[in-house]
């Protein structure tokens, strides 16, 4: 079903947190965790496998005492969100 | 919420797409910083001129814009690397802060370039600000600015009208009117466009 469709990308939360940073230079994980309306748990998963598969790029840092997450899309993340919404488009005779 | 296992379909992938950039916003209160920052540097640093080269003996009258401009640089430094590498940034803030540098060192440049001509800089410092400033605010939509920036032209062109030692006050109070209340309103809106 929907074989054209990137599969790392066919999936809600992953789908979300890419096109937020495709606005965005950089986001943060409570910036996404809002955006994303998931829970913790599961936008961190979310996350490492977009980050494994070389989707986004992940920094570990530190706001104060407070470990932070930045999120920054890559490359070749930004081509498979591209091809992703072209072969939506496909799909949807737009 | 929005769970891991669904799959979407193409319809409902191009609505998540829409509904996810939709909501990515950015808190552009936080680019008031900056406003505050220079505009009472740069305040401060006018009004001290002023102040030294009319009621005062003082040689190196000049020195509060060098002195102040450099604890500006460093305030403006540490708090773009804290902010780069703790937030969220939209390709907008990213602009606005690479116009602004852009503008600062064209800022330096029109002061050297004019003082070594034995000029006096202050109408073209106006216009840099100016610049930026009515260009931030017709990006970001905030009226305050724009009216901020408009009259930093009119100071601009107050100044070729006046005498040399009274343009740098001009120039103080148009960087307390075209940044600091700008600047101000814009860190207390309480609602803006997204950016």
């Known amino acids: ?71 920054r899309l890559t490359v070749k993340g930004r081509s498979a969100f591209q091809k992703y919404v072209e072969a939506i488009k496909k799909y949807l005779h737009l | 919420m ?40 740069v305040a401060m640093a006018s009004f001290s001129f002023f102040l030294l080269q009319h009621y005062t003996g003082f040689e190196f009258y000049f020195l509060p814009f060098p002195v102040f401009g450099v604890v500006g640089i460093v305030a403006t430094f540490i708090y773009h690397r804290r902010r780069i590498a703790t937030s969220t940034i939209s390709y907008f803030t990213d602009f606005f802060y690479k116009m602004w540098l852009v503008l600062g060192i064209s800022f330096f440049a029109v002061v050297v370039i004019n003082v070594s001509q034995n000029n006096v800089p202050f109408t073209y410092t106006l216009l840099i600000a100016a610049i930026g400033t009515t260009t931030s605010g017709l990006v970001m939509k905030f009226r305050p600015l724009v009216i901020g920036g408009i009259l930093f032209f009119t100071a601009a062109i107050t100044t070729v009208y006046i005498a040399d030692e009274y343009k740098v006050l001009i120039h103080g109070v148009a960087f307390i009117l075209g940044y600091l209340v700008p600047g101000y309103l814009l860190k207390y809106a309480v609602k803006l466009p997204h950016v």
Not at chain 1, 32 to 37: F, H, K, M, P, Q
Not at chain 1, 40 to 66: C, D, F, M, P, R
Not at chain 2, 24 to 37: D, V, Y
């Open chain 1, 1 to 71: 079903m929907y074989s054209e469709l990137d599969a790392m990308l066919n999936v809600p939360v992953r789908l979300a947190v890419v096109s937020i940073l495709v606005k965005m230079k950089q986001a943060d994980f409570n910036h996404l965790l809002e955006a994303t309306n998931t829970t913790q748990g599961n936008l961190s998963h979310q996350i490492k496998k977009l980050n494994e598969a070389g989707y986004i790029e992940v920094e570990k840092t530190y706001k104060g005492n407070y470990p932070q997450t930045i999120c």
């Open chain 2, 2 to 41: 929005v769970t891991e296992e669904k799959v979407l379909s193409p319809q409902e992938g191009l609505q998540l797409i829409s509904d996810a950039i939709a909501m990515t916003k950015e808190n552009i209160r936080e680019n008031s910083f900056p406003f505050l920052l220079w505009g009472w540097i």
